[in-house]
């Protein structure tokens, strides 16, 4: 058994593990898919130390990590990390997770790491259960894509359901996917939120990255324009099986009249999602916080889902 970080890999190890079932689980986390990694790598830039690793024999992938370091914590750029693994048989899935355990005491040692942030996991909460730092409750809301376009609107909260036909009726919505993207889309979202953050929030590659996400078929784009205006922008991204709210950016102008030019624009992403063959589109966490703001937004996002999935985060002392 092998514990290897992934940048690591031999070209030949390389590509066993792309090939394998273990990567076809990976993919179904849009945000594992190359082109993500790249824009996250660009989004934060060199202040997260990619050291994710898979464990591995001559015959198969059994688990993976997709972990950075910031100088004293594992996570997934600060947020939990996710293991992904393949069913086999028990002892095999021990060996593992005890040469797990062993190469993280060597990172431990070698970047000076002192925190792991990861979703619940049984054999890391038995190993580190008496070195538990802090637990939180995440909450996400999912909407089921498997559910007819009738049943997806009736699942909106009733408040919202004129305020989606509103835009319907006075937007012009307009779809940008792989087969019809150009680039002076990308830069009239990425102008358009900048017009409306008041600043530039990220750099001009961040936004070409995603460009490109939307050319390989890996996000999609959906304008809502008044009155010949740009008022509403979401940016979808997605794997094969999922699909995540990315970024919406809303005219605030338009707002303050109480124009609900968001409404529409964001139902209309996920009826896209759907008609992609996507399963579940993911709005994120909409768990309640301190912050004003990010609770409105989380509010505003649990209107269009009935369905709060719950996870378990624990911080461990290494």
């Not at 001559?58 to 990590?65: I, T, V, W």
């Amino acid at each position: 058994m092998r514990i290897k970080e992934i940048k690591e890999l031999s070209q030949l190890e390389t590509e066993r593990f792309r090939h394998s079932d273990l990567y076809l689980k990976v993919l179904n986390n849009y945000a594992l898919c190359d082109i993500h990694i790249a824009y996250y790598d660009e989004y934060f830039g060199n202040t997260w130390d990619d050291i994710s690793i898979v464990a591995f024999d001559d015959s198969d992938f059994y688990l993976c990590m997709y972990m950075f370091s910031n100088g004293n914590e594992l996570s997934f750029r600060g947020v939990p990390i996710c293991i992904y693994y393949q069913q086999v048989n028990s002892k095999v899935l021990i060996r593992v997770y005890q040469e797990l355990f062993a190469k993280l005491e060597i990172y431990k040692q070698k970047y000076g790491i002192s925190r792991l942030k990861i979703y619940d996991n049984h054999y890391f909460v038995f190993k580190y259960f008496d070195s538990i730092y802090e637990t939180k409750i995440e909450h996400y809301s999912y909407i089921d894509l498997s559910q007819s376009e009738d049943e997806i609107r009736m699942n909106i909260r009733k408040s919202y359901k004129s305020l989606v036909n509103w835009g319907y009726k006075n937007l012009d919505i307009k779809i940008y996917d792989s087969n019809n993207i150009e680039e002076n889309v990308i830069y009239q979202f990425e102008n358009f939120h900048i017009q409306v953050s008041q600043r530039r929030t990220r750099t001009h590659e961040s936004w070409l990255l995603q460009y490109k996400a939307v050319k390989q078929g890996m996000a999609y784009i959906v304008f809502g324009f008044f009155e010949n205006k740009l008022a509403a922008a979401v940016l979808v991204l997605n794997s094969k099986t999922e699909a995540y709210y990315g970024v919406a950016v809303n005219d605030r102008e338009l707002m303050t009249r109480n124009l609900p030019v968001g409404h529409a624009v964001l139902l209309e992403a996920i009826f896209i999602a759907k008609r992609f063959g996507i399963k579940k589109f993911n709005l994120g966490n909409v768990a309640n916080s301190n912050d004003d703001k990010l609770n409105k937004i989380a509010k505003y996002k649990r209107g269009f889902s009935s369905v709060i999935e719950t996870k378990l985060v624990y911080t461990f002392e290494l």
